[in-house]
């Protein structure tokens, strides 16, 4: 007869228990900083990656379009960063087969990503990433947040990460309604300036992307 141990550790080892997944982050992006201007979104973060506490790899994108009204931003982990554009991508190939002359907005992408999140969050298998959806859409400009836990909101400027702590102060102080292009990419590049002063995980490679009407 099998004791205890040698029963659960044969149960381990089985193909019955399940496929693995991340449960905790390796390779990890930080802060996205995006904002209202007058016309449109400005989003901007480093291309660092980080493995643990080391700088392993200076071009990572972190700040990808989607579909033809939107662009999304992320920390965290990057695989699951991956994963998640995967699931978009599935969700405009399918919008456009449709053939309907119309395509998913910025709400309606960032709705499906709070239940994507929330859902993986219930299952204990996180996706391990902070988001950041914006888009204009019919002249309606549209910012908002995820987390890893479903947590959502819409603001009319958001950081990630060591943004939230850095970088808000900043936007606070001298962002406004009216803003023009030119002004957002300054205080844009001011917010970044500061997080790589800051952040030990930011490198001072950026990546940005303008989407207005």
Not at 9 to 15: A, E, N, P, R, V
């Amino acid at each position: 007869m099998e004791s205890n141990s040698e029963t659960k550790q044969h149960t381990l080892l089985s193909s019955d228990y399940g496929i693995q997944r991340t449960q905790y982050p390796y390779v990890t992006g930080t802060s996205v900083v995006a904002l209202k201007y007058k016309d449109g979104i400005l989003m901007a973060a480093d291309m660092g990656g980080s493995y643990g506490s080391t700088l392993r790899y200076k071009s990572v994108e972190r700040i990808k379009p989607v579909g033809k009204h939107s662009i999304i931003g992320a920390s965290g982990e990057i695989s699951d960063f991956q994963e998640i554009m995967r699931y978009l991508d599935e969700q405009v190939l399918n919008d456009n087969m449709w053939d309907d002359r119309n395509s998913l907005g910025p709400k309606e992408i960032h709705s499906y990503l709070t239940r994507v999140m929330y859902n993986r969050r219930n299952k204990f298998d996180p996706l391990w990433n902070t988001l950041i959806l914006g888009g204009v859409k019919k002249g309606q400009k549209f910012l908002g947040m995820v987390t890893m836990i479903g947590v959502n909101f819409e603001e009319n400027h958001i950081a990630t990460g060591f943004g939230n702590h850095m970088a808000q102060p900043l936007l606070r102080a001298e962002w406004h309604e009216n803003l023009t292009f030119e002004e957002g990419v300054t205080l844009l590049e001011k917010c970044m300036r500061v997080l790589l002063y800051r952040d030990r995980s930011a490198v001072n490679k950026f990546q940005g992307l303008k989407l207005d009407g």
